[in-house]
């Protein structure tokens, strides 16, 4: 009750406050924070636009972005999903349509971070909500987002990168690299850095599945040529093999 009583009173306060709470409630959605905090009206918005930007991101997906991640591989085996993207000459509206009723077909959304997206493919197969202290509103197709990290989500099955989390995974490869080549130059075991070998390999690999080219001094790490225009390299592991943030 003074959860809801405090929510609702910093929504009203400001009401810019309204994802901060949402990151402090643990709620998968805007929509869940602005019921929580007795503005239905806003209710439709946010749903609005979660719809939005989950259709944009599939859109995406179909002409072409370059991604990785193990949902990708659940959107390939997915007949309906092969058949819109085969279906791409049938541009302008008519592809929206489809695109937008196989979404509300298979209940999709995309949850967005900025290491990665969330696209609900596998929600008995979340890695956040195997978690304890799993909020119980949360429904059987939400995630814990109070619970994602990097770490949890990269060897989960409903992760997805793309070029918009470039970023985020381009400076981990960096501070993984350089503090690897600090301590080792400081006399320091090469054993005792093996997660954070294995959490660069991880950054590696997944900006290689996306095509993006590495810096050609940051080679210790590299398992051999970029591979260009997507697809992921069959030498590097992008689940975490036990390694989470
Ligand atoms: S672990 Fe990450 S990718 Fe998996 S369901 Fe949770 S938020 Fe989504």
């Known amino acids: 009750m003074i959860r809801k009583l405090y929510a609702n ?56 972005e370059a991604v990785t991640g193990r949902a990708v591989s659940a959107l390939a085996m997915d007949d309906d999903f ?23 077909k298979h209940d999709l959304r995309f949850y967005e971070s ?15 909500k195997a978690r304890n202290d799993k909020p119980e509103f949360l429904d059987d197709h939400q995630p814990n987002l109070s619970k994602r990290s990097a770490g949890t ?3 989960c099955k409903n992760f997805i990168m793309m070029g918009s989390h ?6 981990r490869y960096r ?15 090469a054993a005792s850095l093996r997660i954070i070998k294995d959490r660069t390999r ?16 940051d080679s210790t790490l590299n398992a051999g040529p970029p591979s260009r225009g997507g697809g992921q390299s069959p030498k590097l592991d992008i689940t975490d093999g036990g390694v989470r943030d």
């Not at 092969?82 to 509300?104: M, P, V, Y």
């Not at 470039?166 to 400076?171: L, N």
């Not at 501070?175 to 075991?189: H, M, P, V, Y």
Request: charged share 20%; net charge negative; aromatic share 8%.
């Open 82 to 104: 092969q058949q819109l993207k085969a279906d791409t000459q049938n541009s302008g509206q008519q592809i929206w349509i489809e695109t937008a009723k196989w979404i509300q």
């Open 202 to 217: 991880q950054a590696e690999a997944l900006l290689r599945g996306i095509g993006e080219p590495l810096p050609p001094e």
């Open 9 to 64: 009173f910093a929504y009203i306060t400001d009401p810019r406050l309204v994802e901060a709470l949402r990151v402090q409630y643990g709620h998968s959605s805007l929509a869940m924070t602005y019921q929580y905090t007795h503005n239905p009206k806003q209710l439709e918005s946010a749903d609005e636009v979660e719809r939005a930007l989950t259709l944009r991101r599939m859109m995406e997906l179909i002409n072409g």
């Open 114 to 128: 900025s290491h990665g997206g969330c696209l609900n493919v596998a929600p008995s197969e979340m890695r956040c």
């Open 175 to 189: 501070a993984g690299k350089q503090f690897i080549e600090s301590a080792l130059a400081q006399g320091a075991d």
């Open 153 to 155: 989500c990269v060897g």
């Open 166 to 171: 470039r970023a985020f995974w381009t400076e």
